[in-house]
């Protein structure tokens, strides 16, 4: 939130008022995974780095249903979204269409950083070479000195809530949590960052269940749960 007030002699104060400020509700970034189009440009791995990765490989793809990682992703999302705001949580998209070519994943967690997320929730579903492998993990950013170690401990207590819920509610195998230092999304994060990894998409059992109604909410109902639990709300709206 900006506010920009103009003092005598052109002189341009730009004030920042957090989202901390007493009586505002949080902010959850929701992040759906991907989009139509996979970007092959390339960004720094974090800040000031010179090792650079795609910005965005473009996902898998369900083995039986044929459905694009990036439309699941989103169903779910926009579910999540629905139950945050319910909780009176204020909810910002990095996008709400799959439409287009992804924006990749400084641009994603710079929407997280501006909005000063008390969550940045990223949402995905995993491919393994494997059709048998299969579950749901949630990942969080190692801590890297100057990129993450201001947001490590916050961020690993929310991947615990998220993913304890998320099994809880869909019932998949529980993978655990995997902490990652090698994601652009979380090196760049200034806010706490987490990535559900739902389930396979290459696991016929998983993705037959993902493409329906009822796994798409239980998914949501979980990860809502989790998030409200780790903001320190009563997590019954969702
Ligand atoms: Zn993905």
């Known amino acids: 939130m900006r506010a920009t007030l103009s003092l005598l002699g052109g002189l341009t104060l730009l004030a920042v008022a957090s989202s901390a400020t007493a009586g505002s509700p949080p902010v959850v970034v929701i992040d759906p995974g991907h989009d139509l189009r ?11 780095s010179a090792t650079r990765k795609i910005k965005d490989g473009g996902g898998t793809r369900g083995v039986v249903s044929g459905t694009p990682e990036a439309e699941l992703n989103l169903a779910i999302s926009l579910r999540v979204r629905t ?3 319910r909780a009176g949580v204020r909810v910002v998209m990095t996008r709400s269409r799959t439409t287009g070519t992804s924006i990749g994943n400084v641009a994603r967690t710079r929407i997280a950083n501006r909005a000063d997320a008390a969550l940045f929730l990223r ?10 492998t ?7 950013p190692a801590p890297r000195p100057g990129w993450t170690d201001d947001i490590y401990s916050r ?3 929310a991947a615990r809530t998220v993913q304890r819920e998320l099994i809880r509610s869909l019932r998949f195998p529980d993978r655990g949590l ?19 990894e739902v389930g396979f998409m290459t696991n016929p059992i998983e993705d037959r269940a993902l493409a ?9 109902t979980g990860i809502c749960r989790g998030a409200l639990r780790f ?6 709206a969702c």
């Not at 902490?179 to 760049?188: H, K, P, V």
């Not at 109604?213 to 949501?220: K, P, V």
């Not at 903001?231 to 019954?236: E, F, K, M, N």
């Open 178 to 196: 995997q902490e990652r230092s090698d994601m652009t999304g979380f090196n760049w994060a200034d806010v706490p960052a987490i990535l559900v």
């Open 155 to 157: 961020s690993r207590s």
């Open 123 to 132: 949402i995905h579903a995993d491919g393994a070479a494997s059709p048998s």
């Open 231 to 236: 903001l320190g709300i009563s997590p019954a």
């Open 38 to 48: 996979a970007n092959l440009q390339t960004e720094p791995i974090g800040p000031g």
């Open 83 to 85: 139950l945050l705001e």
């Open 212 to 220: 329906t109604e009822a796994y798409r909410s239980r998914a949501a």
């Open 134 to 140: 299969r579950g749901s993990h949630t990942l969080y």
